[in-house]
Nanobody, 126 residues
């Protein structure tokens, strides 16, 4: 069982930066792949980034590639999402999620994740 708590959301102007954090409970954090998803009002939840378990291998949605960076600190049971050059279209509730080993090399679908945080709001003003 893994419990996830996001923090770090807020209001920022276009071009600004935010760093989201996701603190995980459980002693086997390093064995889980960690992903970030987002959901804007009236839209479906979409994949943002993933970092594989046991490695620092990462994969990003095209819409955030080059602007966002996902990282993890296994000693702190925490995964981060550094978001730079933010755009109004990045406005959404951001969720972190945990997935076990096996399946796709990079998991980009919400159904592939078993555990979810409660979400944190990110609002980018123009």
């Amino acid at each position: 069982q893994v419990q996830l708590v996001e923090s770090g959301g807020g209001l920022v102007q276009a071009g600004g930066s935010l760093r989201l954090s996701c603190a995980a409970s459980g002693r086997t954090f390093s064995s889980y792949g960690m992903g970030w998803f987002r959901q804007a009002p009236g839209k479906e939840r979409e994949f943002v980034a993933v970092i594989r378990w046991g490695t620092t291998s990462t994969y990003y949605a095209d819409s955030v590639k080059g602007r966002f960076t996902i990282s993890r600190d296994n000693a702190k049971n925490t995964v981060y999402l550094q978001m730079n050059s933010l755009k109004p279209e990045d406005t959404a509730v951001y969720y972190c999620a945990a997935t076990g080993a096996g399946g796709s090399y990079y998991k980009t679908q919400a159904y592939e994740y078993a555990y979810w945080g409660q979400g944190t709001q990110v609002t980018v003003s123009s």
